[in-house]
């Protein structure tokens, strides 16, 4: 959770360098962003202040974390509520969500910010596990008897959030949202990458899931792709880094 106080500051520290183009009647201006696991949309607040700011309209799909199933549905509901096309943004285990809640005709492109990006066939368990993946070790991740996981607190700031200030990471290592058994072995379908523009944030700092892994990714999908220096939480980190290739991407489409 990042202070209102500081989502503001950071917000008008961009809009005075200009680094964002104001969106005109003619763009792509609707941003759908879905978070990832152990985490609500509301660390989503300086990205969504830069650009709404900057003329954009931003809506957080709120996630179970029960089922992919469930958060693709969720996330389907958020789109079908925008007035025209719309950019879909997802984070960590929300790149699985967009990848197939991209196929709707109303998704314009879509942006992976340090996002697992999956081929049919693919979990994030799978990937996790694969050759380039380093994910987070299997002590920091707790599993109750249901199958829920969260990321054991003392572990969290190093594992997800090494870049912000104690405080913030205290309070989101204790206010995970738990993320079922599903979350993590569902295969994923037919990728959306395919058919529509990407993009891809590589979080050079990422302790969650492998810069090598998220590079790997998107160069097989073909994303256009940035790299910042930043934690797996680069949204709530660099939130001006995030919010520039949002706009990028939407002006992209709108052209």
Known sequence: MIRHSISLAVAGLILSAGSLSVASAA??????IVHGAFVDGAGWRPVSDILTK?????????????SPADDVAATKRVL??????????????????????????????LVYIAAFQPEKGESIVKLATSDLSTAMKESKV?????????????SFAEAFAADLPKETTDFLAHSQVFASKAIFSTEAGEPAWKSKKSWALVATDDKSINPELERSMA??????VVEVKASHAVYASQPQEVAKLIAEAAQAVSK
């Open 27 to 32: 763009d792509v201006k609707n941003i759908v």
């Open 54 to 66: 900057h003329g954009y309209k931003v809506t957080i799909a709120q996630q179970s974390l029960i």
């Open 80 to 109: 079908d509520l925008q007035d025209g096309p719309s950019i879909l943004v997802g984070h960590s285990a929300g790149g699985m969500i967009i990848s197939e809640a991209g196929k709707a005709d109303n998704v314009a492109g």
């Open 142 to 154: 707790k599993t109750l008897k249901d199958g829920y996981s969260y990321i054991e607190p003392n």
């Open 219 to 224: 160069k097989r999908a073909g994303s256009t």
